[in-house]
């Protein structure tokens, strides 16, 4: 039996401790690699728990105007998903946006109005094949008299919102 045997030079048997190193290594990187993958999937699963518990499919989570009080009321239902005109003392706001003085729009309503048909042919051309259910939710301070409300529920069936719900505070505390 003839066995050849071969020198390793210090070039080759540094790479080989080198290569060797780099195995060990990278079986410890594998290894913790794991275990973070492990971890972030519980993390996850613990976040998808969590937000399937307190989600809620019905829009009770109204934006209620700056300065605004709600009346309370003694029946509630829930809300449906409609724009909202807030009317205050100081002045009236359609979805969260400044439409104009309380008194101003009393005596020149045109602007609610171009809002208004706005709002209208945006929803018309997001739903091109459905009826348009002219829903609106009128969010009316207490301090506002009964007759400027009445006045600016009026104005709402010209511009086919004829579906209008007023947001109050229901027996259970919630609006």
């Given at each position: ?23 060990r ?14 971890s ?14 307190t ?16 009346p ?6 829930e809300?449906?998903?409609a ?39 945006i ?23 009964s007759?400027?409300v ?22 259970g505390?919630?609006?």
């Amino acid at each position: 039996m003839n066995i050849k045997s071969q020198q390793l030079g210090d070039r080759s048997f540094s790479r080989h401790l080198v290569a060797r190193q780099f195995q060990r290594s990278r079986r410890k990187r594998m290894i913790i690699m794991g275990l973070m993958l492990t971890s972030m999937v519980d993390m996850f699963s613990l976040l998808v728990i969590f937000l399937l518990q307190t989600f809620s499919a019905s829009p009770e989570l109204a934006v209620v105007a700056k300065g605004l009080t709600l009346p309370q009321s003694v029946t509630s239902r829930e809300m449906k998903d409609a724009p909202v005109l807030a009317i205050s003392e100081a002045g009236i706001y359609l979805d969260q946006k400044f439409v104009g003085l309380t008194e101003d729009l009393l005596d020149q309503p045109e602007p609610l109005m171009n809002r208004l048909a706005e709002l209208r042919e945006i929803w018309q051309k997001s739903h091109p094949k459905q009826n348009f259910p002219g829903e609106i939710t009128v969010q009316a301070d207490q301090a506002v008299s009964s007759a400027v409300v009445s006045r600016f529920m009026g104005m709402l069936p010209g511009q086919a919102f004829g579906s209008i719900q007023m947001a109050v505070i229901g027996a259970g505390g919630r609006g």
